[in-house]
């Protein structure tokens, strides 16, 4: 009985002190510690405490036995109850919490550790390597478009893959050739960066304009992979049909497919208020055939749609077409 008031008192005398010590105001990383030591003394689990104060485990754990053998002393800036280095556990806890967030920040895990686990180390190496222990790497950041929309170019690619398939023997024989192309815009700035050079040299640039602009326009044959690239002065209308021109005479008395993506100057728009030089080029270049095909034409043309046209209702007297008259042309362009 005697020892366990005896023992009682001394807790009661340890709350004492822990209660005077953050009554005094002390600097914020000592009250951290003096409040998880007092909550652990009054019974509060570890997962209380470390949901309240945002510490771990092993925090609660080193500074009550810190506390229990040195007292307050024990808890203060001064004194070191390690040698400043994480231990294998407290470095597990520090990988998880890196996995589980969405942006990293030196600084941030510079806090996180002298917070709860009172660790500053001196060369910020000691921090990249934790990084690299949680795969975390420093990198470019890139840019994505806001207005990607998954299901749009899952849909596309269906389009896509299904004319490949349909067309794989002219294609393979060269009675069909298949072009994806891009273009990409260039500043005179942006030649300059890293390289290797002399210790005591600049590597100098000649630049008259850092943001004068270079457009290239590329196109790569899907069957042999050649790749073709020309620049223009800028990248619009008129340079696209001279680019689409160009690779017209490459591949003379062959039907071209151009596969490309959706900006303004490299579509048929259907609608619009202007014709534009390449919605001219492609109404020219894709003429109906000669007379004496023109049934075929049709059932291939018929075929198709009913093949790509989710829209199409079985009637009485055939199909019935509920597709809107811009989304039909836009259709059949991509047959011609």
């Known amino acids: 009985m005697d020892n366990f008031l005896i023992k009682q008192q001394e807790e009661y005398n340890k709350i004492a002190s822990l209660e005077a010590s953050i009554e005094g105001n002390p600097d914020p990383r000592e009250l951290k510690r003096a409040i998880a030591v007092k909550m652990s003394i009054e019974g509060h689990s570890d997962q209380i405490i470390t949901q309240i104060l945002g510490v771990s485990k092993s925090f609660i754990r080193d500074w009550k036995k810190a506390f229990n053998a040195k007292g307050i002393a024990g808890i203060k800036l001064g004194y070191k109850w390690a040698k400043g280095k994480l231990t294998s556990e407290q470095t597990a806890e520090i990988i998880e919490w890196l996995r589980h967030k969405n942006y990293w920040h030196l600084d941030e895990l510079i806090n996180h550790l002298e917070d709860k686990y009172d660790i500053i180390y001196k060369s910020k190496q000691s921090y990249y390597d934790l990084f690299e222990l949680g795969k975390i790497s420093w990198k470019r950041s890139q840019k994505v478009n806001p207005k990607f929309e998954e299901e749009l170019v899952k849909k596309k690619r269906e389009e896509i893959n299904t004319f490949l398939a349909r067309h794989k023997a002219e294609i393979e024989v060269g009675e069909i050739v298949v072009?994806?192309?891009?273009?990409?815009?260039?500043?005179?700035?942006?030649?300059?960066?890293?390289?290797?050079?002399?210790?005591?040299?600049?590597?100098?640039?000649?630049?008259?304009?850092?943001?004068?602009?270079?457009?290239?326009?590329?196109?790569?044959?899907?069957?042999?992979?050649?790749?073709?690239?020309?620049?223009?002065?800028?990248?619009?209308?008129?340079?696209?049909?001279?680019?689409?021109?160009?690779?017209?005479?490459?591949?003379?008395?062959?039907?071209?497919?151009?596969?490309?993506?959706?900006?303004?100057?490299?579509?048929?728009?259907?609608?619009?208020?202007?014709?534009?030089?390449?919605?001219?080029?492609?109404?020219?270049?894709?003429?109906?055939?000669?007379?004496?095909?023109?049934?075929?034409?049709?059932?291939?043309?018929?075929?198709?749609l009913y093949s790509v046209c989710s829209k199409c209702t079985p009637t009485k007297s055939g199909r019935r077409c509920l597709v809107a008259r811009e989304e039909l042309l836009e259709k059949i362009l991509v047959f011609m």
């Open 179 to 304: 072009l994806f192309i891009d273009e990409c815009h260039l500043r005179s700035g942006d030649v300059c960066g890293y390289v290797w050079g002399e210790t005591n040299s600049r590597i100098e640039i000649p630049i008259k304009n850092e943001k004068e602009r270079q457009t290239y326009f590329g196109a790569l044959n899907y069957q042999t992979k050649e790749f073709t690239i020309e620049a223009y002065p800028a990248g619009n209308g008129e340079s696209t049909v001279k680019f689409a021109k160009n690779l017209q005479r490459k591949y003379s008395n062959k039907k071209i497919v151009l596969i490309w993506d959706g900006a303004s100057y490299h579509r048929f728009i259907v609608g619009a208020p202007t014709i534009g030089e390449f919605r001219e080029y492609l109404v020219e270049v894709n003429r109906l055939p000669p007379v004496g095909f023109a049934n075929e034409f049709t059932r291939q043309l018929r075929d198709y």
